[in-house]
C-alpha cells in the first residue's frame, strides 16, 4: 500500500541551503513544509568530542553513516548524503561573492553575465549571514564587495601567528579575517568558538553553524516535518499539465512500501549534482529529456573553480597551532578593474609547519631518534611557514555536465550520475596564464618577505565548491530557473542553491548558494499565505 | 634462550600470524582482541628513542598513551572522506600483534646476543639495535602511527603528534587541537621554562 504525505512545500534534500530556506519560509509562511532526505540523521552534539577524539586518533570518519552504499559516481562528487548535507563537514568559510561575479561577461566579455546583480543579492548575503552567525569584518572598498550592513557578529581574532603574517601579505594586497560561520560571541545559543581547529570535518562545540542546529530547532518547534532514509526516486505530473503533482520515493528500510509526496510546491534542494539528476531522473512522455529540460540546459554548465598554492619558508617566528584553519583572505584579485586577459582570484594565508615536522632522516639520511630527532625538529623551526593559496575562475562549458551514467545504478537499479567538468573555450585558453600569474605572485610574495617557497607551486585539478546543472536566467533559452528558482517548465517546481549559479565565482561558494536559496524563498512563498502573528 | 620465555613469544608471534589472516574478518565487523605492548619491553624501547629531556615522566606518559591509543584502535572502521571524491576507505589491519611480535624479537635478539632481555640492555645497545631496525625504514618524515611497519616508528610517530610534544618542540604552550579560549590567540603562546 502507498503512504503518501501531503503538504504546502515538499523540499527536497536538507542541506544547508533547505534548512535555511526551511526556517525562512516557517518565519513568514503558514504552511506544511515536508522535507525529504535520503541519508540518516547525524549524531547529536553531546557525542561529538569523542567522534572528534577518534577522527584525530585513528582518522576516522566523525559522520558514521553518513552516506549510502552504492552511490560510487564517477566524477567530482563528495560523498556526504545525510541530514545537514556537506554541510556537516564544511569548514564555515563564508566569503561572499563580488559585484565582477555577476557581470564577466560586461566587465571582461567573458563567459555570461548573471540574471541578478550583486545589489539584488546583498540583502540575501545578509540574511544568509544573520542566520548561520557569521563573523566577519570588512574589507577595504578595491579589494571587497560593499555591503549594506554590519557583519552579525565581530570578527574572529587573528592568531598571533597571522598578526606576523599580515603585514608581510600587505606587501602585495590588504589582507583581513577570514569572514567564517563561527562564533567570535555566543550565538543563538551556540558556543563561542574555543580553537578545537578541527572545524572540518567536525566541531565540537557547536561553535561553527551546521544546518542540523535548524532541524532540530524547526523539529522541535513543529514547524516541519523531515523524514529520513527516504530516497525521492521521480517527479511525476499533473495528468496533461506541467505542473508536478507527487514525488515518488522508496523508504530504504521499508522499499516494497512506496512513498508518494504529494505537495502544492517542490523545492529541489539536492545540490549540484541530485537537483539535475532528478529531474533527468523524471524524464516522461511529454519531458522525455527530462523535466524542467525543454530547452536541454538541465545538467549543464557544472561550475566550480580551481586553485594553485604554495608553502613560503619567512624569517617569522611562528607557532603553527594556535589555531589552524583560520585564515587572512583577500578579494584584491576578485576586483582586478581593468584586464588584459581575464584572471581573476582569492588570496587567503595560513601558517603551517611545512617545512618543520618532527622527522625520521636528516638531509644526510641519517636516522635521527631521541635527542637528535627533537634539536632536528626545534631548529627547523626557526622560521615560520605560511601557506598560500589562491582560487581562480573557471568558466564553465556548456557540456561540462551531469548526465545520467549508462554504467552505474544504485541499489534501486536508478541510473547514478555521472559528472564531467570542463572549462569554457576561453577558460580552457587562459588556464595556463592564469596558472603562472599565480605562481609568479606567490614569488613575488616570498620575494617581499625575504623568504623562499619551499617547493614549486602546485596547481589543483579539482574543482572545489561546485555549482551548477540547473543554471538561472533569464528565460527557458537560457536557464533552466529563473532568478528565484522557480522552473521555466513548471510554475509548481523550483531548484534552489548551488545548482542554480551561472558560474562558480573564485572564492568559497557556500554562503552565496544560501543567499540564493533564500532570494528564492521570495518566490517559493509569494503563493503561501503569511504567517498570522498574535496580537 | 635463558631470559626469555620462549612460549610466549611463539605464542605471541603465531598470534601475529593468526590476525593477519583474520584482517578480512575485522572488515567484516568482528572485533579484533589484542593484547597490550609487553609494558617493560615498550618502555626500554621508549627510554631508547624518545628524548632525554622528556624525563622519565614524559618517557612514561609516552608509553601509557601509546598504549592507550593502541587498545582504542579499531580496524576496518570507516575513515573521513573528503570533499569531492566518492571513493571511502577504512582502517588497516590492526598493528598491534606485529608490533608485539617486534617486541619478542628484540628480546630474542637481546637474549642471543647479549644473555639478557633487551630491556636489561644498556641504553646505547638499545638505541643501536633500534637505530639498525629503523635505518631499514625508507622514510624519512614520521607516518601516522598506524602506518608505521616497526612499533618504534610507531611510537615516536605517536609522541610526535602529541600536543605536548609541539609545546617542547616549541617550548611554547601552544596545545594544537585542544579547547581554549579565543581571545587568547592573539597572544604569543607563554614560554615553557626548561622544556
Not at chain 1, 76 to 104: K, N, Y
Amino acid at each position: 500500500m502507498t503512504t503518501v504525505v501531503e503538504s504546502d512545500v515538499c523540499i527536497i534534500g536538507s542541506g544547508i541551503t533547505a534548512a535555511l530556506l526551511a526556517e525562512k519560509l516557517s518565519e513568514e509562511r503558514d504552511a506544511k513544509i515536508v522535507v525529504v532526505e535520503a541519508g540518516d540523521d547525524v549524531p547529536r552534539l553531546a557525542q561529538r568530542s569523542r567522534l572528534r577524539q577518534r577522527s584525530i586518533d585513528y582518522g576516522e570518519n566523525p559522520w558514521p553513516h553518513d552516506h549510502l552504499d552504492g552511490y560510487e559516481v564517477d566524477g567530482i562528487q563528495s560523498r556526504s548524503m545525510c541530514v545537514g548535507g556537506l554541510a556537516m563537514h564544511w569548514g564555515g568559510v563564508t566569503p561572499r561573492f563580488t559585484p565582477e561575479d555577476f557581470r564577466a561577461k560586461s566587465l571582461y566579455g567573458v563567459g555570461d553575465d548573471w540574471p541578478i546583480s550583486y545589489e539584488d543579492l546583498e540583502p540575501f548575503y545578509q540574511e544568509a549571514e544573520e542566520r548561520m552567525g557569521v563573523a566577519g569584518e570588512q574589507g577595504p572598498p578595491e579589494a571587497d564587495g560593499p555591503r549594506s550592513k554590519p557583519y552579525p557578529q565581530p570578527a574572529l581574532p587573528l592568531t598571533y601567528n597571522l598578526e606576523l603574517l599580515k603585514p608581510w601579505g600587505e606587501e602585495i594586497a590588504p589582507f583581513w579575517s577570514q569572514p567564517s560561520a563561527k562564533n567570535s560571541v555566543p550565538y543563538r545559543g551556540r558556543a563561542v568558538c574555543c580553537r578545537n581547529d578541527t572545524c572540518s570535518p567536525i566541531c565540537p562545540v557547536g561553535a561553527k553553524y551546521s544546518p542540523d542546529f535548524t532541524w532540530n530547532a524547526l523539529r522541535a518547534a513543529g514547524k516541519v516535518e523531515l523524514v529520513t532514509r527516504t530516497l525521492v526516486r521521480r517527479l511525476e505530473l499533473v495528468r496533461g499539465a506541467d505542473r508536478i503533482s507527487h514525488a515518488v520515493a522508496v523508504h530504504r528500510d521499508r522499499p516494497d512500501e512506496p512513498v508518494e509526496f504529494h505537495a502544492k510546491t517542490f523545492v529541489l534542494a539536492a545540490g549540484y549534482v541530485w537537483s539535475p539528476h532528478l529531474l533527468l531522473l523524471s524524464a516522461n512522455d511529454r519531458f522525455p529529456t527530462g523535466l524542467a529540460n525543454r530547452t536541454g540546459l538541465v545538467g549543464r554548465y557544472m561550475n566550480g573553480h580551481r586553485n594553485v598554492s604554495a608553502f613560503v619558508r619567512l624569517p617569522l617566528k611562528l607557532y603553527p597551532g594556535m589555531n589552524g584553519q583560520h585564515s587572512l583572505m583577500s578579494h584584491r584579485f576578485m576586483r582586478p578593474g581593468r584586464l588584459a586577459r581575464y584572471v581573476r582570484h582569492d588570496l587567503r594565508i595560513w601558517e603551517s609547519s611545512v617545512g618543520a615536522e618532527p622527522r625520521l632522516r636528516d638531509d644526510a639520511g641519517r636516522v635521527l631518534l631521541g635527542n637528535d630527532l627533537l634539536a632536528d625538529w626545534r631548529r627547523r623551526t626557526g622560521r615560520g611557514t605560511a601557506r598560500v593559496r589562491a582560487y581562480y575562475d573557471v568558466l564553465p562549458h556548456r557540456e561540462s555536465t551531469v548526465t545520467l551514467d549508462a554504467d552505474r545504478r544504485n541499489p534501486w537499479r536508478d541510473p547514478l550520475p555521472k559528472i564531467t567538468l570542463r572549462d569554457s573555450d576561453e577558460s580552457a585558453a587562459l588556464r595556463a596564464h592564469t596558472e603562472e600569474t599565480i605562481k609568479q605572485l606567490f614569488q613575488r610574495m616570498a620575494s617581499a618577505g625575504n623568504g623562499e617557497l619551499v617547493q614549486p607551486p602546485r596547481a589543483d585539478n579539482f574543482q572545489d565548491h561546485p555549482g551548477g546543472g540547473c543554471r538561472m536566467g533569464t528565460d527557458a533559452q537560457s536557464g533552466v530557473c529563473d532568478r528565484f528558482g522557480r522552473t521555466f517548465d513548471h510554475e509548481n517546481l523550483f531548484v534552489v542553491g548551488a545548482p542554480t549559479a551561472v558560474t562558480g565565482s573564485c572564492c568559497n561558494a557556500t554562503l552565496t548558494f544560501v543567499a540564493l536559496g533564500l532570494m528564492a524563498g521570495g518566490g517559493i512563498g509569494r503563493d503561501l499565505p503569511t504567517v498570522r502573528r498574535a496580537m | 634462550m635463558s631470559a626469555l620465555d620462549r612460549r610466549r613469544f611463539l605464542k605471541t608471534a603465531a598470534g601475529a600470524a593468526a590476525a593477519a589472516v583474520t584482517a578480512g574478518g575485522a572488515a567484516a565487523g568482528c572485533a579484533t582482541e589484542t593484547a597490550a605492548l609487553d609494558p617493560s619491553t615498550m618502555l626500554a624501547l621508549a627510554q631508547a628513542i624518545l628524548p632525554e629531556e622528556l624525563g622519565s615522566d614524559g618517557i612514561q606518559r609516552a608509553v601509557s598513551g601509546f598504549q592507550t591509543w593502541l587498545a582504542g584502535y579499531q580496524p576496518a572502521a570507516e575513515t573521513t572522506h573528503g570533499y569531492g571524491t566518492g571513493n571511502l576507505d577504512y582502517t588497516p589491519a590492526h598493528p598491534g600483534p606485529g608490533w608485539a611480535a617486534q617486541l619478542e624479537a628484540l628480546n630474542l635478539e637481546a637474549d642471543q646476543r647479549f644473555g639478557s632481555a633487551f630491556a636489561q640492555l644498556s641504553e646505547q645497545r638499545r638505541t643501536e639495535m633500534l637505530r639498525r631496525l629503523i635505518a631499514r625504514e625508507r622514510v624519512e618524515r614520521l607516518p601516522d602511527p598506524v602506518q608505521a611497519r616497526h612499533v618504534a616508528v610507531g611510537l615516536l610517530a605517536y609522541w610526535a603528534q602529541t600536543p605536548e610534544a609541539t609545546n617542547r618542540c616549541y617550548q611554547a604552550k601552544i596545545d594544537p587541537l585542544t579547547c581554549r579560549p579565543l581571545g587568547e590567540q592573539t597572544q604569543r603562546p607563554a614560554t615553557i621554562r626548561g622544556g
